[in-house]
């Protein structure tokens, strides 16, 4: 059981909650309830609900997941010799993987606010260390996706 955050203010009303939750990839982060609206965020709340959600983080890491199948089914389709559907439903599940990661990409962008992907100038909502894993994870989405 949790002990119920202590009255610090003197004049009986409470103080809001400060407790950290652990997000989805380790690191400590704000509760949902806790971090900033974004004018879109504000206009689209149930979007931006679902964007910051455990269930977003999820559906995200089963793509990586499917994704890491359909490269290794690719990888084996051009060393060994494989029936001409696999090579174009590789490529076709390339381009739509790269979509659902660009969509991921400015959802996020959107919703979080651009400082999530600044390292220099993270933002209430992300350490430094989120930030530097969120660019690292955009430069791999635009350079292997979109640029190459």
Known sequence: ?????????????????RR?????QGSLRRSVSELPDTSTGAKY???AAFVRSVAFES???????????????SVNAVL??????VQVSSAISEHVFTAIFLAEFFLKAIFYGWQIY?????????TRMDACWNVLDA???WISGVFL
């Open 20 to 24: 950290m939750s652990k997000g989805s």
């Open 1 to 17: 059981m949790v002990p119920a955050p202590l009255d610090m203010g003197g004049d009986g009303a409470k103080q809001p909650d």
């Open 59 to 73: 559906c995200v890491g089963l793509a990586i997941l499917v994704n890491s199948i359909t490269i290794g089914i």
């Open 80 to 85: 060994h010799e494989q029936p001409t559907w």
């Open 45 to 47: 709340p149930r979007l």
């Open 118 to 126: 600044n390292p220099f100038c993270p933002g209430k909502q992300t």
């Open 139 to 141: 430069l791999l989405v």
